[in-house]
């Protein structure tokens, strides 16, 4: 019997309680799961490709069928080479739902095997996106109802590793 294997995509940065349920309510359904961390998302990240592996692996390590690797390139040969046939997203927002259809027609256009299944997040993590709670975390308010421990102490060490080396605060957009 062939197993199932899924690749969960994402810039992880920082990971939260949305990343984790989807990576959790996805490791029920397929054999195998593999967080795929991008190393180099168009967008300014906190934590490296090697930080964002860490705190996941942390997070998820309960997860025994769940492995994390950081990876380049495009996601579908990632999901080839490790023998998946399902992609797996998340869905917050009606407006995710274009990019991810986008994205998953454009995927299976590149390689016909693979699907994308979109697991719509829980309720209680429908406003959470990494931006904002970095945000939130810089402004001096309380994420820990948005991320697991691992990650509030990481976001307290970047930020005063960015302050010893003069570097500023972390990103933060408009809140």
Known sequence: MTQKIAVYP?????????????????????????????ENPKKPLCFSAAERVAMLE??????????????????????????????VRGLRVIS??????????????????VDTI????????AFLSASLLKEVFMA???????????????LLRKREQRRAAGGGEIPKLSL
């Open 118 to 125: 979109c697991l719509m997040t829980r309720y209680e993590y």
């Open 58 to 87: 942390t997070a998820l390590a309960d997860l025994k069928n769940v492995t994390v690797r950081a990876y380049t390139g495009l996601t579908v040969n990632l999901a080839r080479s490790v023998g998946a046939q399902v992609l």
């Open 140 to 154: 001096g308010g309380d994420i820990s109802q948005m991320v697991p421990p691992v990650v509030q102490e990481m």
């Open 10 to 38: 994402g810039s992880f940065d920082p990971v939260h309680f949305g990343h984790m349920d989807i990576a959790q309510r996805a490791a029920k359904i397929f054999d195998q799961l593999i967080v795929a961390v991008y």
């Open 96 to 113: 995710d739902f274009e990019m991810e259809y986008q994205m998953a027609l454009t995927n299976q256009q590149l390689w016909a095997e």
